[in-house]
């Protein structure tokens, strides 16, 4: 894992946003849009090379790497971690989040840490509902009081980086909320169950959020399934 400060960052107190895509790439359509539509700046990268595989094209190929961004929104005191794909390793996932975990608590004290992903559900009707998980009892208070219910218990787990993250900041002292917006596909990116975080998280922070672009983005994608032929079950592929 290696991790590059693009420029010093140093605050006395702020909030982190972290997710990454997960089911329906709820997580990472979250991150990224906080990031390009704050008025953001890219302070850190870090970049992470777990593949099993290497990458190809005109009959070279070289090693397959993954970059993942933090950027900092100064007016509201919000540093983001954002990035296109999770490690597919469990011990290079650890590593990521304490590696994430690390850089922003050198920067200064972290008031409170969001997560966000999908949240599968079966039969969906309206607007997709956020439901929320605390890693401190206490912010259970907190989720009420913006409307916010908690996961439903019939979830035991949440994997990967947008579980991890928040189990990770528990042990280092760090008040963290998770934020899970409703899905019914897992494969198709859902940008619905993304403004309905977004939503949620407006309420929680109090940061005015547009979210239009998200409206467009789920018009596209159904008129991209409407015109799609139907895609072989195989493709080309070696390994």
């Known amino acids: 894992m290696?991790?590059?400060?693009?420029?010093?960052?140093?605050?006395?107190?702020?909030s982190v946003f972290a997710s990454l895509p997960d089911m329906g790439r709820v997580g990472g359509l979250v991150s990224s849009f906080l990031a390009q539509n704050?008025?953001?700046?890219?302070?850190?990268?870090?970049?992470?090379?777990?593949?099993?595989?290497?990458?190809?094209?005109?009959?070279?190929?070289?090693?397959?790497?993954?970059?993942?961004?933090?950027?900092?929104?100064?007016?509201?005191k919000l540093l983001i971690f954002t990035g296109e794909s999770q490690p597919q390793d469990p011990g290079q996932l650890y590593e990521l989040c304490n590696a994430f975990l690390d850089y922003a608590s050198s920067a200064g004290k972290v008031r409170r840490l969001y997560g966000a992903g999908g949240y599968l559900r079966d039969q969906l009707a309206g607007a997709p509902r956020v439901c929320g998980v605390v890693n401190k009892p206490a912010l259970k208070?907190?989720?009420?009081?913006?409307?916010?219910?908690?996961?439903?218990?019939?979830?035991?787990?949440?994997?990967?980086?947008?579980?991890?993250?928040?189990?990770?900041?528990?042990?280092?002292?760090?008040?963290?909320?998770?934020l899970f917006g409703e899905i019914s596909e897992t494969t198709v990116p859902q940008p619905l169950a993304a403004k309905s975080i977004l939503s949620a998280f407006s309420r929680l922070e109090m940061i005015a959020l547009d979210t239009k672009k998200l409206d467009r983005q789920y018009e596209s994608i159904l008129e991209e399934i409407q015109n799609k032929k139907e895609p072989t079950k195989f493709g080309p592929g070696i390994g």
């Open 38 to 76: 704050l008025k953001c700046e890219q302070v850190a990268e870090m970049t992470a090379s777990d593949k099993p595989w290497v990458a190809y094209a005109d009959g070279v190929v070289k090693s397959a790497s993954d970059a993942y961004k933090i950027f900092y929104d100064k007016d509201h």
């Open 2 to 14: 290696k991790l590059e400060k693009i420029k010093e960052f140093k605050e006395d107190e702020f």
């Open 141 to 178: 208070k907190v989720l009420d009081k913006a409307g916010i219910e908690l996961v439903g218990n019939e979830i035991t787990s949440i994997t990967w980086f947008n579980g991890i993250v928040l189990g990770l900041a528990a042990e280092r002292d760090i008040e963290a909320i998770g």
